[in-house]
C-alpha cells in the first residue's frame, strides 16, 4: 500500500495519511496492519456513479471529523477569520491547544477549498453552497494557505502547476510543494500565503490577476514550465514587481526547491 502511493512503509507522511483515511471512514486498518481496506462508506466514493454523488460523498467524510463538523457550524461556513480571532475561538468554544491552531487552520482551507465549500454550507446537509453563495466568496477562485504568526499586512500569491504532467512525477507532488515548502516559508517569511483554487480547471479568473498584481510577492514555481504558469509570470513582470523563482525536485531522502 506505501509503494503503492509513492512512500516508504517507515515513512511518517505514509502513518498519517493511513491514519486520516482511516479517521475519514475511506479506510480500514493503519500502517501497522496487516490490511489496509475499503468500507462500504470507501467504496462508494471509489465507485460513486456519478461526479455529484462522489463530492456528496466527500463532504460527508469531511462530517465525519468532528473538528471540522464544529468549526464549520459554528462559522456557517467555510469563511475564517484572522489567526488571531480564530485562535481566541478555538481556545474557547473548542478546547483545542494552541500549538495545533495553525495546522488545523491550514487542513481546514485545504479540505474546504477542494470541496469547494464557502459560505452557506450546513453539516444538516452534503449539498453544496449555491453558486452566487460562491461567487461573492474570494475563496472561490482562491485560497489561503497560510498565515503569519502575527499580522504583517503582507500577501504572497503562489503560482503554479495544477497537476503534473511529467510521468517522473508522483500524482499530488505539486500539492506537497505547496503544503510543505511554500506554504510554511512564507508563513515564517510573515506572509499570508495565496493561491489558485486548485480545482482543475485551467482558466485563468480576473480575481486570480488581480490578487496576483496586488501581492507584495509571487512566487512562480518553474519544474515544468507550464503556459499558464509564464504567463502569469509575464503578468507580474510587467508591473515591475518582486518575483521569487523555484524549481522543485525530489531527491532520494527528500523534496526540496532550489
Sequence with gaps: MAAAVGLSSKNPDFFYLAAASRDFGFTEGSRDSDQIALTEFGRDVVCAPNKQQEEAKLREALLKIDIFRSVLDYYKGANLPE?????????????????????????????TAFLKIGSGFGSESSEPPTPSARSKDVSSSTVVLAE??????????????????????????????????IAPSGRDAGFEVITANRDGSDVIQATIVNQLLDADLVIADLTENNPNVLFELGLRIAEDKPVALIRAKRDARNLRCR
Design 83 to 111: 489567526m488571531q480571532y480564530l485562535g481566541n475561538t478555538l481556545v474557547r468554544e473548542f478546547k483545542l491547544d494552541p500549538s495545533l491552531h495553525e495546522e488545523f487552520s491550514r487542513l481546514f482551507r485545504e479540505n
Design 148 to 181: 503569519p504568526r502575527k499580522e504583517t499586512g503582507l500577501k504572497c500569491f503562489a503560482i503554479m502547476p495544477f497537476r503534473e504532467r511529467a510521468t517522473v512525477r508522483p500524482k499530488g507532488f505539486f500539492d506537497e510543494v505547496l503544503r510543505a515548502l
